[in-house]
Structure formats: C-alpha cells, structure tokens
C-alpha cells in the first residue's frame, strides 16, 4: 500500500466521511439465444455489464458435465461434444406441458434431449441421468444467477433489484414462470418488461427532445432467434398534472403488436442442418444415418449457424466439418439461393406481424414514419428484402438495437429502485390476449344463462384496474376468467397459448355480507370484484367486496358523516382479507346513476375508469355543491354514503400451477447446492492460482537489490528453499490438492516472508513518510503562529485559545521535531537488514497526534464567537486594513465566519480560512 493512500484512509476515519452506499440495480435481457446484462450503479452511466470473456453478450447455454456446471461460450462447446448435457433455447420451454406444440417443436427440432413430464405439476423436465432433473425454470434461473454475477462484477458490489425483459407474447403461465426463475436466482425483479416496450422506451430515450402532442408512429420488427414480433409505438409528448402542476412528459405507446412464435433465425439454422445432414447421407461415406447421431447433429447445427450467417454477406460459402461421423469429413458448397430455396414458406411469413401490427392498431402503413429493424434475424437479406416490398418504404438498419432492449430495461430498474433519479418516460404497454369473465346466472325462467363480459379488451393499455360489478347473487357463487378474442391471431398462434381457460374465482360469504348489511335505510350495490393487469402484465384479482348504500338522514349528517362512514368502513375493511391497494373511500352515489337506475343490464360491463382516477371522484361528495350539480338524476333522492364489506374469494387455476412453496425451496436448495459446488471449485481454482503466483512473486523479488539488502544470507537462502519445494510439489503431488492445502502453504510462504517483505517496505515508505511528517510539522507551527494571536493577552477582542492550549500545541510540535530528529538518526546508523527502529507506523502515530490538536483547535475557532456581536464586521474590517479586501467580504458572508488576521499572506490567508469550512483539516491533509 503507497503512503499517500494510507495517510488519506487514516484521516478519512478520523474525519468519518460516510461511505458510498447507493445500490446498484440491473438488468437481463434473456433471449433464446443471447442474454446481455445491463447495470446501473451510483455515479457510473448505465452500461452493460460483461462476462467473463469481457464480452457484452453471453450465450444463452447452460451443462453439467462431471457434476460441474458450465455457462456461456464453455458450455456451448461442451454442447458440441455433448449435446444431451447441453441446454438452450429454453425460454420458450417455461409454463408448458408435454404435448404442449411448442414442447414437441423443440423436441422434434432437437431430438436428443430426454424431457419427461412432470406429473406432479404437468410440466416438463429435463432428465439428465437417473438422479438428476431439471426444470427449465431451474435451468433459467441458473443462467440469470450468471447474469447477477456478471453484473455484481461490474458494479463491484451485490446487486438484488433487476428488470428482466420477457418476450411481449407470453401469456400469464409464462410470465409468472419466468418470475419465479428470478427468483430462484435470488433477483427480486421489481418488473417484467415486454422486450418491445424496452426497445420503445430505450429509442424514445434519445429522441424525446424531438417528440410534441401530435404522434409520431414508429414500427419496431424483431426477429430474433426464436421468434418474429413486430410492434407500432406511438411517440408523443404529454402534459400531466401528477404533481400538481403541469409537466411534460415524453410517451410511447404500444398501439399494434403482431407476432410469430416459430418465425426466427434458428429455424432457418435447423433448415440448413437437415439439409446439410440430408446431402452428408447422399454421399454414402458412411452407413450411419447421421441424423440418429446427436454428436454428428449438434456439429452440423453448429457449422449451418456459421453457413447461414456467411450467406447473409456472400453468395455462396463452403460448409465443412471435419471426422462429422464415423471419421469421415463432410464438405459441400452452399449457395444463399439454395439456403431461401429452404426456406420459402419462412420469408412468406415475415410480412404477418406487420400485417397485424397495423390490423390491431387499426392503423395503415402510411402514417408509420419509420420501420427500425432489431434482432439478428434481420440481418438476412431476403427477410429484408421482403419486408421492404411490404411496408414500401425504407428500413433503418444502421441503428445499433443489439442492446437497445437490456438499456430500456435498466433504464426502467433505475426508475424503480430508490436510489437513482432518471427522467421520467411513460410507456404506456397493450393486452394483446384479451380476458373476459363468464358465469352463470340462473334467468327469470329458471333455465341458466352462460354470460360473457370483456375484462381487457384487445390493446387495452396497461398497467391498468378494472371493475366487474355482480348485481343478482345473493349467495355464494363463482366465474370464470378466460382469455377471449383472439380470433385475429393465427390459428397455430392460439395453440401455443396452451389453457385459454385461466382460473375460476369461488365467492364465499355472500349471503352473510348481505345480512349483515340489511336494514330499511340501505340498499345493495352489487358485489365488486377489482381485477388488476400490473406493469409486468400479470393479471390479478386485487379484492371483492359488496357495495351497499345507506340512506343518511340531514340530522346524522350534521354529527359528521364522513367520519362516521370513515370509522364504520374501517370496520367493515378490518376482516380477514387484506387491504386492497385502493385507498377505502365512500364511494360516490353519483358514480354511475344512469346505470343503477336501469333495470335491463343485471351485470354491468366492467368499468374502463381507473381506481385511482376513482379515488379521486370519490372524495368530491364531500363537496355538497358539486355533487348537488352533478347528481341531477338523484335530486330528489335523500343523500346516501357507501359502505364496502370485503368478500372472501379462492382462485383455482385452470392453467399450468405455478410453483408452489414448497417446490420454490426444493428448486432453491437444488440451485444454492449448485452454485456452493461451483464456487468450492472456483476458491481451489484461485488459491491454486494465489500459491502458485506468490511462489513466482518471491523468487523475483529475491533478486532484486532491495531485498537482498533488507535480510541476511541465511534468511534468504531459507525462503529460497522453501519456494523451490512449493513449486515442484504444485506440478507433481500438488496438482490435485484441495483448497485448504494450497491456503495452508500460502499461509507459510507468508510467514515465512513477512519479515523481509515488511523491512523492504518500510525502507522504501519511510522517506515519504518523514516528508509528511514534516509537511505537518510546518502546517502546525503555521497554524501556532496564528494561534497566538487569539489569546486573552494579543486580542482581547477575540480570545479564543488559553494559554495552556497554546502552550501544549507549542510542546508537541517540539517534542515530536526532536524525537523525528533523533529516530531518523538512529535508523540511519543501522544496516539494511536489522530489525527497524523507525517505523512508518510510528512517524504515522505522530502525525495522527498533531493532526489531532490542531484539529482540537480548528473546531474551536468555528465555535468561537465574540461575546459582544457589537458589528463585528467594521471592526475585522479596520483591524485587518492591510490585508485586503477579499477578507472583508468574506466576513460580510455569514455572521458565524470568523477569519484569522494572518499578516496579509494571501498563501496562509487561505489555509486559515479553509479552516474555517466544514471539513477543515481534511483538505489540507488530502494533499499530503
Ligand atoms: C411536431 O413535430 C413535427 C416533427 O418533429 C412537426 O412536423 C410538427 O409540426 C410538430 N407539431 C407541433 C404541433 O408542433
Ligand atoms: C373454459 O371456459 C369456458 C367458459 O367458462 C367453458 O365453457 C369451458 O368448458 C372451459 N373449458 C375447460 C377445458 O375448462
Ligand atoms: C404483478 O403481479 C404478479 C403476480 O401476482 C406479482 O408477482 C408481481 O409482484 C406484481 N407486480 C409487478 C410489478 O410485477
Ligand atoms: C365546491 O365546489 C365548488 C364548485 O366546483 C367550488 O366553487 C367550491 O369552492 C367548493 N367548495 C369546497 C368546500 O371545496
Ligand atoms: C342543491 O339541492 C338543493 C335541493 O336538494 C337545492 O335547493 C339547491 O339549490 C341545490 N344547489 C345547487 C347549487 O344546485
Ligand atoms: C497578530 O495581530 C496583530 C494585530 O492584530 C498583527 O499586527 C500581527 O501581525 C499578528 N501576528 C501574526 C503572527 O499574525
């Protein structure tokens, strides 16, 4: 450790300067093929965090070989080698079934995994020998617990809070999925973001000076490894008045989405490698099928990945691999007509998301002022080609989107977490998979009637909270919530949703709520139930509860009755469920009158308002001339308050279970054992390293003059020994030791050289150390100087200091320039390699002592005021005429400075006066 840097942390403790503790937070960007990290801690723009091979993007890839658990370009190549103990393109294996389509897709596209159902949850598993299993959730979590440590590494310290992005087209099972596998890897992911949204907001970001009230529609087309979306986002600057006066802010809106799950560049990949497989079979080297060979297979899907992204450049290219099966070499020119012979069927596809981008957003191709491509996939040239006819006009290609999805993502974890302040930017996102609510009601007939209400509808934007109000139960009763309308996706498109039945709510504790509520004054509202899409587009029944209405007569009301609603409500709201989000506000009888009175609809479509946007006209009956003016269909009607009794529901889930808690801690524990074996081989992996480049570290070191110096014959030779023994061990028995081995020689060789070590740097510290010493030395007998001046007997006026704290400082200044003299003295009479007699800990301890006086009298003199405040400022101003007039200003400042008279020396003028600042000494001491 250097001296200057010593001397700093020691006047930094004495000073307690806080230490930087903003939390950084991060970001994952998880494709199917790629994942990129992006991290934003205190001080640092945000960037994206690399991995271990310093690159900005990882492969998606995770294996086990031999109990050890590789990730990124390593497992990738154990994958080749490997295939079954290699896993990818798992994300879109989360929150499905065994027959699931896009289940048997995978299987069918790789056919050499052993995936078995999960019974217990109706999922699937990964079987990777007999013992052991994986889900993809535990699969994904494990490579964002890679993605937490590449960004920790960044960030140089833990990170916890994270955004993930999650393909816009994940319905509820998969989202809640991918949650969890934050979970598992120890994330608290404070939002799910869909990827396209992070591309709008992350593009917005840099052009939001350019953005006014009339919209600006720019469409988005991704297409990926696994899949193709494409998205229009309206651009606007809006006016808000969220905090009580206007602002603008910058908007993007998702105004279209249409997608393609199976459209992307490794279906061209896995094109190319059966076509590869199909021609190596023609050429009869060998009898094996090479497609029965999972090797010979991961191999050519390996080399078709490089082929297809030659031809994305060049006309044709030569595929080759070498001992591809059985030792034979396969080799075959490929021509880019050949690869979009392939796949015909594909580049006809590419058009569709637009085509429905633009159908849900009820929008045509001409208002959209740019289409910017993102996504490897559109680096084919025929895809572009093809959606250039499409959309007749040009595609902005140039702009780097690689990572426009992981920056969008962190930007929105800095706007989430406490510790970072960010310019606010809306995005408002869409349902694209509407949900309607159906239940049974028996009819005036007695038959039973099935009803249907849309919840969400088509691009309804989110976050946002709707109501169902339930008119004709008098007892319990249950619906059904569903996905609905979804006529305008692709027939395929529907399959992949899996369950389009999502859960059955059962209401219990109706008829007791109604009893309770009963009375000649009070009138039953219906039984609401408050549905919730939150800002990672999961879907949530927030509460139920009853409304009734009371009629309060004029002379309750003179007692109070907004307290008394207030106190009865509390009541009612201290049952078993808990608090909903809303604030518990009577509910205004103006809210819907036209509807209450009509008796055609039973069941009310669910309301489009916003319960904050409710909460808000729910207070206005407190204002009796407002709610007198809007009221106009009740005015004859005595006032009424409204009280809500919460009501009791149970949801069933009719899709795949998320898991359960005790199937998260068996997935933690199978994770946090994994992780534990992965670190255990990392710490022998280093402290083999350590040992190895101490040893190295010592015999240079031995040759160098200093330390020959600084020990004597024998104690050198010693080390010398020692060191030889440690580095012949570590290439023959010490090769497989284990960790505490290596530490436990470490610990030696340090003990053994500590000595010499710390000889050799104290000779070289100590002359830096003196010149602080005397640095400080001069500092304080400046500081004496003035001092002096400040007592009772030189400045009545401004007697600061006694005689004894003059006296004591002077003492100190003396004994410690006589001792410094003799100390130095006396060490530099000895030889190099004597015990050390002055040592820089010593000279430090001397330097702490004065600092501590002067210090001691600095903060005095802060606290120090006269004890007549009779216009101190003329005075200081004629007293000190010759030392100019940059005091004089300073002292008309503020009352509480006080300046020293230092004899018109602009140099100690500053000093002095720096003194007088909040960290004193500090700064003074900062440039020793
Ligand atoms: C908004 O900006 C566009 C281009 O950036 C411009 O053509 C248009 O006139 C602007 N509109 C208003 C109302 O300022
Ligand atoms: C899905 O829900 C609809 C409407 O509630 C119902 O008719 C249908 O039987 C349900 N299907 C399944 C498989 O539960
Ligand atoms: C959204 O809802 C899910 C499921 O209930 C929940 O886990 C999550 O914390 C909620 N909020 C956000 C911001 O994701
Ligand atoms: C009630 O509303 C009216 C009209 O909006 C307003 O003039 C009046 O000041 C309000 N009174 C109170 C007590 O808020
Ligand atoms: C409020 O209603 C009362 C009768 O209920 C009426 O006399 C009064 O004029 C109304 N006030 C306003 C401001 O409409
Ligand atoms: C002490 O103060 C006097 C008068 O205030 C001044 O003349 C003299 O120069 C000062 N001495 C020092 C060392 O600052």
Known sequence: ??????????????????????????????????????????GVPMEIALNVESKRKSPAVISFRDNIRLFGEDAAAIGVKYPQKSFSYLLDLLGKSIDHPLVKLYQKRFPYYNIVPDTERGTIRFKLDEETYFSPEELVAQILVKAKEFAEHGAQQPIKECVLTVPGYFNQVERKALLQAGELAGLKVLQLINDYTAVSLNYGIFRSKTFNETTQYVMFYDMGAYSTSAVLIGYQSIKTKERGYPETHPQATVLGVGFDRTLGGLEIQLRLRDYLGKKFNEMKKTKTDVFTNPRAMAKLFKEAGRVKNVLSANAEHIAQVEGL?????????????????????????????????????????????????????????????????YVKQDLAKNLNTDEAATMGAVYRAAELSTGFKVAKFITKDAVIYPVQVTFERPTEEGSIKQVKRTLFSLMNPYPSKKIITFNKYTSDFSFNVNYAELDYLRPEEIRYLGSTNLSEFQLTGVSEALNKNSGKNVETKGIKAHFQMNESGLLNLLNVEL?????????????????????????????????????????????????????????????????????????????????????????????????????????????????????????????????????????????????????IDIQTKLDEEDYKAAGKAEEVAKIRQACDEVSNWLYEDGVDADTETYEKKLDELHSLTKELFSKVWEHRERPEAIKALDTMLNYSSNFLDNAKNLTKKANPQKDVYTDIEIETLHKLIVDTKQWKEKSVKEQDKLEKSDPIKLTVKMLMDKMAALDREVKYLVSKLKMWKPKKVEKPVTEKADNSSDSGKKEESRTTDTKDDVVIDVGGEEQEAEVTDGATDAKPVEDEHLEL
């Open 1 to 42: 450790m250097k001296l200057t840097v010593l001397a700093v942390l020691t006047i930094l403790c004495y000073f307690g300067v806080p230490q930087i503790s903003a939390i950084a937070v991060m970001s994952v960007d998880l494709g199917s093929e790629w994942m990129k990290v992006g991290i934003v801690s205190p």
């Open 325 to 389: 099966l059985d030792d034979k070499d396969f080799k075959l020119v490929v021509k880019r007509e050949e690869m979009e012979d392939l796949c015909k069927d594909l580049f006809e596809r590419v058009k569709g998301p637009v085509e429905i981008a633009l159908k849900t957003a009820h929008l045509t191709m001409d208002v959209v002022s740019q289409v910017v491509l993102v996504g490897a996939g559109t680096r084919v040239p025929k895809v572009q080609e093809v959606l250039q006819k």
């Open 547 to 695: 409304i009734v209405e009371k009629t309060i007569l004029p002379e309750d009301e003179e007692e109070g009755t907004l307290s008394k609603i207030g106190s009865t409500f509390s009541k009612l709201f201290g049952g078993e469920e808990k608090p909903a989000e809303e604030k518990p506000t009577p509910e205004t009888p103006a809210e819907k009158p036209a509807e209450d009175k009509e008796d055609k609809p039973q069941e009310q479509p669910a309301e489009e308002k916003e319960p904050v946007k409710q909460d808000k006209e729910d207070a206005k009956p407190k204002n009796e001339t407002q709610k007198n003016e809007t009221d106009t269909v009740k005015d004859s009607k005595p006032k009424v308050g409204t009280f809500k009794e919460p009501i009791k529901s149970t949801e069933h889930v009719l899709t795949i279970h998320p898991l359960d808690k005790k199937q998260l801690a068996e997935s933690a524990e199978k994770i946090r054992k994994l992780n534990k074996l992965e670190a255990d081989i990392r710490r022998r992996e280093t402290s083999m390293n350590n040992l190895e480049s101490f040893v």
